[in-house]
């Protein structure tokens, strides 16, 4: 990491920190700073303000932020992989197998619990797509892992939309909530698969963000530079499945992170993998923390789910990049 990229990681670290102390205090019941830091680092304050704070935002506050980062690097990783900066992660189909699997569960009252379901859905649908785009002269190239992963995107869509019709009406309330992601109910099992695999996928990429570099160059350069293209997109792809798949089963289907996130760290510290991914990562999960911060004030005592938001944020983003684009072309 570079002296340029710490600096910026010591900024986000101290957001992160003022964003998660925000959060912690605000919901239905609002804690005042000083109390909810007391009821952190210390055993002699108010219970009833302990179990508001420590047991049940903490682990919210914590899912959110690791569900942030790992959606955030996985959307970073399949803009690298695809060669295309509005890629996000559930375009390989991750995100609407898991999906499939969850409502189907939900709908047929299935004995597996949801997240167990939503990882079965997500490896199903990415297993179909590399299956597909790895077919022939394919090689799992940027255009066919696009084409693959938006047919299948479809397909699940479309399923997932007619198990909802054939389910009960009372459980649509639900699956609604989970397709467009929510932190709610969290607690620290829940965030233990992604506090494992985020740091161990960091260490990992830290490693080769050369290569990823090249990969941008294209198959032909980065083969004439001794890159093996067909392994490093086979790599990424796990990587990027492990956690989307994860956050997925963790959060539900949080939309816009993985597109948002990536965008605004290029804008600050440009598009070179060592600088760009930890900022990354980092900046994932103060967006993430704020966000449902946001949701759980905006309407309290009832949530807004994490997707409505961060649509809001996302397609200013979406229409600022057309119109540069537009403006370089002219």
Partial sequence: MSWGSRVHCVWLLSGLALVSLWALTQGAVSVPPDLAWEALFSSAGDPLIRVVVVEMRLPRVLLAALVGAALSVAGALTQTLVRNPLADPYLLGIANGAALAAVTGLTLAWSLPTPVLATLGALGAFALVMTVASYGRLSLSPYALILCGVAISALGSSLTTLMMLLGDDRALGQILRWLMGSMAGADFGRSVPLLVALPLA????????VKLDLMLLGQDKARSLGLRPLFERRAIAVVILVLTALSVAAAGAVSFVGLLVPHLARMWVGGLHRRWLPVVA?????????????????????????????????????????????????
């Fill in 202 to 209: 960091m260490i990992w990429l830290r490693w080769r963000t």
């Fill in 282 to 330: 980092m900046l994932g999960a103060v967006v993430t923390v704020g966000v449902d911060g946001l949701c759980r004030t905006l309407l309290a005592p009832e949530e807004l789910p994490l997707s409505v938001p961060m649509a809001v944020l996302t397609v200013p983003l979406i229409l600022l990049l057309i119109r540069r684009q537009a403006d370089a072309g002219a």
